[in-house]
């Protein structure tokens, strides 16, 4: 069975300002990890995904998250962040064997002030 | 169609109401999820599809919720005698195949109140 804990439900940062949204995860087999992103009434979508390859992903709009084997970590961070960005993002895993089915974080709300 | 879509996309019900949501995958994708997310929660899976074949439903909270896929394409979850717990959005989700990671994409989900 797999766990992620997504240890800050709420970030609040300012523009142009850096920002790391931190994730760990739990699991006894290897696994692939995704961060989704939920905009205000609206439905989950896909920010970036690590399946194998380069640790280090990267998303069209300036996201990037690192997956460290040694420390369960998947991080996702943004050097200057914008008002859009405003949104909560979750963190989710998923074995590379077995069931599809994504085990998810609670959420981190990312709110950006002018 | 161009995404998952879910409907109705809010249904309000009175406590002991059955309800049924509907989900249209996207056209081709095999796979087939359905989440439940309570209010400032993150997704909890319910159940999962593989074409019509029920897979796992491990996640199903109770006897009174129901999911089926009899033709392999549109899914609907059933809720039989609804209680205020069961108040939650319900996500449906879908995926080509189960192979190596494919992207799994979710529609805006069904809004349950249940009073």
């Known amino acids: 069975a797999q766990s992620v804990t997504q240890l800050d439900s709420q970030v609040p940062v300012f523009e142009e300002a850096p920002v790391e949204l931190r994730c760990n995860y739990s699991?006894?087999?290897?696994?692939?990890l995704f961060w989704y992103v939920q905009y205000p009434n609206q439905g989950l979508q896909l920010l970036l995904k690590?399946?194998?390859?380069?640790?280090l992903v990267e998303s069209i709009n300036g996201f990037e998250a690192e997956f460290n084997k040694s420390q369960t970590s998947f991080h996702l961070r943004k050097p200057s962040v914008h008002i859009s960005d405003t949104a909560e993002y979750f963190c989710?895993?998923?074995?590379?064997?077995?069931?599809?089915?994504?085990?998810f974080g609670k959420g981190t709300k990312l709110t950006v002030n002018p | 169609g161009a995404g998952v879509s879910q409907s109705p996309r809010y249904k309000v019900a009175k406590r002991g109401q059955d309800v049924a949501l509907r989900c249209d995958p996207i056209?081709?994708?095999?796979?087939l999820f359905w989440y439940q997310q309570a209010l400032g929660q993150g997704p909890e899976f319910l159940t999962y599809?593989?074409?019509?074949?029920?897979?796992?439903k491990s996640g199903l909270p109770s006897d009174r919720f129901f999911a089926e896929r009899p033709e392999g394409s549109v899914s609907t979850l059933k809720i039989q005698r609804t209680q205020q717990e069961d108040s939650a959005v319900y996500l449906c989700?879908?995926?080509?195949?189960?192979?190596?990671?494919?992207?799994?994409?979710f529609g805006e989900g069904s809004w349950l109140t249940v009073v």
């Open positions: 599809f593989q074409n019509e074949a029920q897979l796992d």
């Open positions: 989710a895993v998923r074995s590379q064997g077995g069931s599809e089915k994504l085990v």
């Open positions: 699991s006894s087999v290897s696994v692939y």
């Open positions: 989700a879908s995926s080509l195949s189960g192979l190596y990671g494919n992207t799994i994409y």
């Open positions: 056209s081709g994708h095999v796979s």
């Open positions: 690590y399946l194998s390859g380069s640790t």
